[in-house]
């Protein structure tokens, strides 16, 4: 998020930061994600406009604690969380009324973590779950949207449940799927033989399985009911593949692998291309700090996406006589 921040055309931002792993703090100012290693949390926090807290989902409660007292007046708080209901629990808990959290969630992880794994492109064409708290205000929201703009990322609403219910299906469940999978042929006695055969198909299902154990706990712990729903799906979708496959007909098989292929096919296709129409470019130069605080350049830049997207759908209502 640093070096994303830092690669924006944004005038006048510092960025400090905090790490408690010894080290970590001046090893990103070295490489030039932020400008000042603080100390400590409250010496981070203490004349921030915003405050992005991007800890591992256990140690966020205990941070919002530590910096509550610190946090200036009309203070912005956001995180990077990968569930939501627990974290804004914790923020109406903890965090002073003078200050607005606003929940984030940049759907643009990797199973690298670490400082050395950081890279300024990586929220670029991504959604960015928007997921305000309910005393928030309006100018928070506005500037933390303007924030998954500068990264140029995709700003999407959601409210927690609805973040935690998808997010299970399309994130969550993929990493336990992928866990699941290697696990399978990594127990089977057969391993030492099947693992010299297994190539990039087997290599690109399990990429997950290489996330940080503690991320997969932490997702696991808060998110807990939703991910044994969609688990549960999971096996009764492979239980109605495997009964397709057991009964043999050819032709059903055929139809409702090639139906699947279609709507992937499909979905990869027309999501590449929603991206493209929506996605926000880079701000423009003189944009400023007090721009984005204010959520003015965010709101701008809303109205322009909508007007644009507005534009092209009046064109595509204008073409359809004509394919007729």
Known sequence: MGLALKRSRLKDIEIAGYDVERGV??????????????????????????????????????????????????????????????????????????????????????????????????????????????????????????????????????????????????SHLPLVACAALFSLARESPAWPEMSQVASTGFRDATRLASTNPELTDDIVRTNREQVVHWVNRMVQELMRLRDLIEKGDEEEIFKTFAKIQFERDTYITTGAKRREEAAAPMPEAGVTVSDLLVGEWAARRTREIMKSLEEQERRARERRPRRK
């Not at 981070?44 to 966020?60: D, F, G, L, N, Y």
């Not at 956001?78 to 959290?101: G, H, I, Q, Y």
């Not at 960015?128 to 309910?134: G, N």
Request: net charge negative; aromatic share 4%; with cysteine.
């Open 25 to 170: 703090a001046n090893k990103a100012q070295r490489m030039g994600a932020i400008d000042r290693a603080a100390s400590d949390a409250r010496t981070a926090v203490r004349e921030a406009a915003i405050v992005i807290i991007a800890t591992p989902i256990s140690a966020m409660r205990e941070v919002m604690g530590e910096i509550a007292e610190a946090l200036p007046d009309n203070c912005i708080v956001t995180d990077t969380a990968s569930t939501k209901a627990e974290v804004l629990r914790w923020a109406e808990e903890l965090l002073p009324r003078r200050v607005s959290f606003v929940g984030g969630h940049p759907m643009a992880g990797k199973e690298q973590s670490g400082i050395d794994a950081a890279e300024a492109g990586l929220f670029e064409g991504r959604a960015y779950c928007i997921v305000p708290s309910v005393s928030a205000k309006e100018t928070a929201v506005n500037s933390i949207v303007g924030l998954a703009q500068l990264v140029n990322a995709i700003p999407v609403y959601l409210d927690a449940q609805e973040h935690d219910s998808y997010a299970a299906a399309v």
